[in-house]
């Protein structure tokens, strides 16, 4: 058996809430839960408060509900009740249609979508996304990139119109949708649902375009170039608006989201607007200290090595790291003293390093130390 469902829970409302307030707690959460919206749509949530505001709307319903619970309209109640559910389908409707249907009117949700009565009314196209693949260079210094990609784009053929001698849809009578019955042990179940014939519409053609179907829109590749800003970083994404697929009947572009990926460089790691290299040094040039050339994404510089330089020292160099053309700001290069120990030695150096050996150096009291805690 089926479980009871909660349609006052459902809404947000009390048992005792009055018609207004089903209905305006049910457009609350239609515009949010809504497909067509980007942000919060959930098409399994929008099912759910539709079909909880098709029982509540309805005065007879209701009482039906409050009597013998969900049941009484799954078939899993007592019995069927006086033709079972026969409210509107809404899955396949846009949220202005929707809002249409319930509060009459246009209500400008901005998702797009259909008109309720058919018509052939612009609907935005849809968004695209592309990965890009870019050299660390690139990303730093910025660059020009061309892709290709599969968009929809208005027919040329008609126009964008679909076809020619335009007239009302002669399978539903110009208002976009078909109502089918159907007898069942529990009654006359009814639903609605977008005309096969005009796909919702309500015109059909003459002479429809035979390049596009009647759809006003065919699917072709085309090269999309792009420059790409100094600084992106590896997971960026950037929007081009009205780059995307083309709308239904004239109707406003999508947009073309392009995710960045950068490879990885052989002596630069960057985190943000800050770059990290590492400064190899010979055993004398960290003991005496040193002039050392310093690689940065800036050009070379010369910076003064201290003496007496330890392995893993840092040394920050402002103003040297990524030129981030978003914020405006340039970030660091860090460099980091990578002391290289030798592994061939000639007999003059093996002398010179024990000569060095048997002098007192700063390090035997950090020896000392060390022994005192492992002997």
Known sequence: ?????????????????????????????????????????????????????????????????????????????????????????????????????????????????????????????????????????????????????????????????????????????????????????????????????????GREFTNKCTNCGGDGVVKHKRTIKLRVPRGVEDGDTMRMPGKGNAGLFDGPRGDIYINFRVKEHEIYQRDGRDVYVKIPLTITEAILGCKKEIPTIQGTIIADIPSGTQNGDKFKFRGKGVDDEKTGRKGDTIGIASIIIPTKLDRKQKELLKELDSTKLDSDNVFKVYNKYTN
């Open 1 to 201: 058996m089926a479980s009871n469902k909660d349609y006052y829970e459902t809404l947000g409302v009390d048992k005792s809430a009055s018609t207004a307030d089903i209905k305006s707690a049910f457009r609350k959460l239609a515009k949010k839960y809504h497909p067509d919206n980007k942000e919060t749509g959930d098409e399994a949530k929008f099912k759910e408060i539709s079909e909880a505001y098709q029982v509540l709307s309805d005065e007879q319903k209701r009482k039906t509900y409050d009597q013998f619970g969900s049941g009484a309209f799954d078939g899993s109640g007592a019995g069927g009740f006086g033709g079972g559910f026969q409210g509107f389908d809404f899955s396949d409707m846009g949220l202005d249609e929707i809002l249409s249907q319930v509060f009459g009117g246009g209500f400008g949700s901005g998702f797009g979508g259909r008109s309720s009565r058919g018509g052939r009314r612009q609907t935005r196209g849809s968004d695209m996304e592309v990965n890009i693949i870019l050299d660390f260079e690139d990303a730093v210094y910025g660059t020009e990139k061309s892709f290709d990609i599969n968009i929809i784009d208005a027919c040329d053929t008609c126009n964008g119109h679909g076809g020619t001698g335009e007239k009302i849809c002669s399978t539903c009578g110009g208002s976009g949708r078909v109502v089918e019955q159907r007898q069942s042990l529990f009654g006359i179940f009814q639903s609605e649902s977008p005309c096969p014939n005009c796909s919702g519409t």
